[in-house]
């Protein structure tokens, strides 16, 4: 399947620029026979996969299974040992993770960590300065506001990020990510240590960002919120990909089950 | 911090958008009074009170300037005083090849703006101790260089300057003064700019503020420079002021040692904290030192440990941990024991 996908983007790897129809259809991001290792440990395996614009990709897998190594590779702070990453048609093994911020690729931080330092304002005016060209104070203060009142931060606009719940600093994550206007967002684990309602609300708004045309990636060990968000998901175990389908095939493939799901949560999906 | 959830507009008034702090505009005000005021010091004190000030205002400049490097960017340049000693040598060099001292002075900045570029790119491949060892060790070696190669031409790179005339030294101050009230407004433009706030994202999460797009590395080379400028036109000017200098002196590490602590004790990252800690700290040094006290090395070490140990984030934030508005409709029992709680919190939360 991989190399099914893989075919068509490699033409576009050569330097040429694709006319906006071909643009339309090729991938936002593709992965082509990515390997990352750290010593003798291979943390992501020959993965390839595609994202199209619009979409949102789930993926799941054990700890351990390089969900973060790959967000990582993708953001540009850490370089593939092989293979290569296209976005929008472009290589971009080799630029480092500010210049694919300005293209457009945004990412969250799966330990979140606000700029103490400002204020919550402040934090997302960062992304705004930064993501965006050409922004000025009241601009980049503008843009703060309107993603503050999004992502639903707004009546804590001059909190310190050091007075922020869990739920909010994921909040802040997805703020500062989302002021740098991306057309890719990275979610690394956003829902994680958040109660039930908090996950309702974070699947609420990351469908609403997706509206408005930013494609997701996103990570996340809560089963049921993923596969109620995704449209495809993706399932990575020691580095490699094992599944990558409809949440519905793939919560029911015999494989995922075995490797992280567990014959419990099979059960349960059975009698429901 | 439970304060500002209380006081903060609930959900009864969403729409009521908040308003930016203020803080900024006050230490702005503050901190142009106290430089309004030391400006009067020509005026009404003696040549002793100009003398002590002219350098209570050297380090005042050397504080503010380490601080856009060691508090906004949070990296530890441990030897900054080579741009200190590269400023003095520049502008003797100058001086004795008969040129006009304000031509020293461009000189200088530059020789140092360049230096600070060229040293910054390997050195900012660096972080943590090992940035800061490096620096320390190219002050070092600077220093070694200069006394070696006899730079000054007098002897281990003793410099002597021709005299300045003697009503130059109400200038000297004044320069000294003009340039703090620089560094003043640059502290306070780094706060509320966009340079400013990749410096402070830099310190908080290099990793962050590189995903949203802030070149990083480019940043901290330009605060390098924005640091080594200040500080090498403090060297020029001392240069001038002092006639005689050699490179012990203005190579000293001590003085870097100074600029980091006078930073600290003030409170790093803050517009006043290096004004304030300078001030307080040279002239209760240069009174123990008229007085005869001999423990001025002394005192100076256990400051450094005391700040270290309760006060990491500085005076100025202990300050601001205390002006904060109280809750509404609390009353003074109220008041009095939050203010303790506070003072407890921000030393809890800091160090020990």
Known sequence: MSDALSQPMASNSFGTNPSSAEQHNAPLLQLVDITKRFGGLSAVKDLSFSLQQGEILGVIGPNGAGKSTMVNLIGGSLAPTSGTIFYQGHDINRLPPHRRARLGIARTFQLTQPFIGLDIRENVMVGAFFGQRGLNRTGASRVADEVLERVNLAHKATFKGSQLTIADRKRLEIARALATNPQLLLLDEVMAGLTSTEVAQAVELIQQINKMGVTVLIIEHIVHAIATVSNRILVLHHGQKIAEDEPSQVLSDPKVIGAYLGERYAKERRAE | ?352
């Open chain 2, 1 to 352: 911090m439970i304060l500002r959830t209380k006081t903060a507009p609930t959900a009864k008034a969403p729409s009521l958008k908040q308003r930016e702090e203020r803080g900024w505009l006050w230490s702005l005000l503050l901190g142009l009074g106290i430089l309004g005021l030391i400006a009067t010091i020509p005026w009404f004190g003696d040549s002793s009170a100009l003398h002590t000030w002219t350098l209570i205002l050297m380090f005042v400049i050397l504080a503010q300037s380490w601080n856009f490097i060691g508090g906004f960017t949070g990296y530890s340049a441990f030897g900054n005083v080579a741009f200190f000693g590269i400023g003095a040598y520049t502008t003797g060099l100058m001086l004795l090849s008969h040129q006009p001292f304000w031509l020293g002075l461009i000189a200088d900045a530059l020789v140092a703006a360049l230096f600070a570029f060229l040293l910054g790119l390997p050195v900012l491949r660096l972080r943590g101790h090992y940035f800061a060892i490096a620096t320390l060790g190219i002050a070092e070696a600077l220093r070694e260089f200069v006394a070696v190669r006899d730079i000054g031409g007098g002897g281990g790179g003793l410099m002597s300057l021709p005299l300045p005339s003697l009503d130059a030294y109400v200038g000297f101050f004044y320069a000294f003064l003009g340039l703090s009230l620089l560094c003043l407004l640059i502290t306070v433009f780094l706060t509320r700019s966009r340079f400013g706030y990749a410096l402070i994202a830099i310190r908080e999460n290099e990793q962050a503020a590189e995903a949203l797009g802030v070149p990083t590395y480019w940043y901290k080379v330009g605060s390098f420079v924005l640091s080594a400028v200040p500080t090498a036109l403090a060297g020029g000017l001392y240069a001038y002021w002092a006639t005689g200098f050699d490179p012990d002196t203005v190579f000293n590490v001590g003085i870097s040692a100074e600029m980091v602590l006078l930073t600290y004790l003030g409170g790093s990252g803050t517009i006043l904290g290096p004004l304030l800690g300078a001030i307080a700290f040279e002239y209760a040094s240069f009174q123990l030192q008229t007085s005869g006290f001999s423990l001025h090395n002394t005192l100076l070490g256990l400051s450094i440990a005391i700040v270290t140990i309760f006060l990491p984030q500085g005076c100025v934030r202990l300050i601001q941990e205390f002006v904060r508005k109280p809750a509404p409709q609390s009353t003074s029992a109220h008041r009095l024991i939050e203010g303790v709680r506070r003072v407890r919190r921000f030393i809890a939360a800091n160090g020990i």
